[in-house]
């Protein structure tokens, strides 16, 4: 729910489980509540309130993404209005064919190693990357949200 009002969603049963899954778009950035109800009552703990942050908002910047070298610190900056450090994960995965999920910093090269990096947080906007090269890097690929 947001300004009072219901938005679409899917829910998918997990096997036989008694799970089940909630999907939902979010319109735009804002706080959103999510309800959940089971047989007419609301269950324990709803609602849920999720703060959605606007992707076009988070930025990626330092000389870092263009070159490193390998064994040496590295760095670059998020910049990320309204986020937190537990927000962001960044992995450095060393492959060339590599799904990752939502909200996960990857960078690409040729091995198949993988190893994380460091997300500080700088003020309440910014947060540091700190990462090493583990060996020459292909492609870098920033997701969030």
Same mark, same amino acid.
């Given at each position: ?14 096997? /036989? &489980?008694? =799970?089940?899954?909630?999907? @939902?778009?979010? +319109?735009? #950035?804002?706080?959103?509540? *999510?309800? %959940?109800?089971?047989? /007419? &009552?609301? =269950?324990?703990?709803?609602? @849920?309130?999720? +703060?959605? #942050?606007?992707?076009?908002? *988070?930025? %990626?910047?330092?000389? /870092? ?81």
């Amino acid at each position: 729910m947001r300004h009072g009002r219901s938005l679409p969603c899917e829910v998918i049963q997990k096997g /036989n &489980s008694g =799970v089940y899954c909630v999907s @939902f778009t979010p +319109d735009g #950035a804002g706080q959103y509540k *999510v309800m %959940v109800f089971f047989n /007419n &009552s609301e =269950v324990k703990g709803s609602p @849920f309130i999720l +703060d959605i #942050a606007n992707a076009n908002s *988070v930025s %990626v910047y330092g000389e /870092n993404l263009r070159t490193a070298s390998v064994d040496r610190l590295s760095t670059f900056l998020i910049h990320a209005v309204g986020a937190d450090c537990k927000d962001f994960t960044v992995t450095i995965t060393a492959s060339r064919h590599c799904s990752q999920p939502e909200n996960v910093y990857g960078i690409l090269a040729p091995s198949g190693k993988t190893k994380r990096a460091r997300v500080y947080q700088i003020d309440d906007t910014t947060h540091k990357v700190e990462w090493k090269a583990v060996e020459s890097v292909d492609t870098m690929r920033v997701k969030w949200g």
